[in-house]
């Protein structure tokens, strides 16, 4: 999807720079940065790279890294990501993907106003943690309805929930991956279906009261309870 709405921002009628993913013979291949190397980053990479793109992903973290040099070899560049380095690199980009996720908590802004700034005009980008508050600091949630504003001359793409653009096929994905986590908690109780699965039990935020996700109990400045505490 970030993809799909990038490509679609870069065109000049909307915004953008003019310009194609794949380029032409002769021409240079868009530019596209993404943050974030997990399951949002990597799939656009994969997206962006079947495009003819040239793609650089940056990520903290260097097993995530290593992952996706694996995944892709020579296909993408991988870069951990400081501050200096992508900004840098932000002053050419034609498509930046914002994928950071921290789970039950606010994203970090890893994109200032001023990094926007010098920004080429026409640039797009794509924050798809807009749901957790944006990693850019010129974010604000659209709509699907208007889905696009343009901010220092950078056309910004920040829809909440943007696979709702795709309600069918992204409600097929979503029960897939939940499907197996809604039987165990029918066949085991909640209780044992989280003792079974620690991947389950990480996913309790609160329980009587007590909230057991740190991002959460952080965000809100509350104790933080370990989940493991509440099964008795």
């Not at 197996?180 to 609160?206: F, I």
């Not at 109990?217 to 309870?225: N, P, S």
């Amino acid at each position: 999807m970030s993809i799909q709405a990038g490509a679609a921002c870069l065109e000049k009628v909307r915004g953008g720079r003019g310009i194609l993913l794949g380029g032409m013979p002769g021409v240079e291949p868009v530019k596209v940065i993404i943050l974030g190397g997990g399951v949002v980053g990597s799939n656009a990479a994969l997206m962006a790279i079947g495009l003819g793109a040239a793609v650089v992903v940056y990520d903290r973290s260097i097993d995530v890294l290593r992952g996706l040099v694996h995944n892709f070899g020579t296909r993408i560049k991988t870069a951990f990501a400081t501050q200096l380095a992508i900004e840098e690199n932000l002053r050419t980009a034609d498509l930046v993907i914002g994928g950071v996720l921290v789970p039950g908590a606010a994203a970090p802004k890893l994109v200032s106003e001023e990094m926007v700034k010098g920004m080429q005009p026409g640039a797009v980008v794509v924050d798809v943690s807009i749901d957790q508050g944006g990693c850019f600091e010129t974010s604000h949630p659209t709509t699907h309805a208007e889905p696009t504003y343009v901010e220092h001359d950078v056309v910004h793409y920040c829809v909440a929930n943007m696979p709702g653009a795709v309600a069918r096929t992204s409600t097929f994905a979503l029960t897939n991956a939940t499907l197996p986590y809604v039987l165990a908690l029918a066949d085991k109780g909640w209780r044992k279906a989280l003792a079974d699965d620690e991947h389950l039990l990480a996913g309790l935020n609160v329980h009587e009261g007590k909230v057991t996700c740190h991002g959460v109990a952080e965000a809100l400045g509350l104790q933080f309870v370990a989940p493991e505490s509440v099964l008795g």
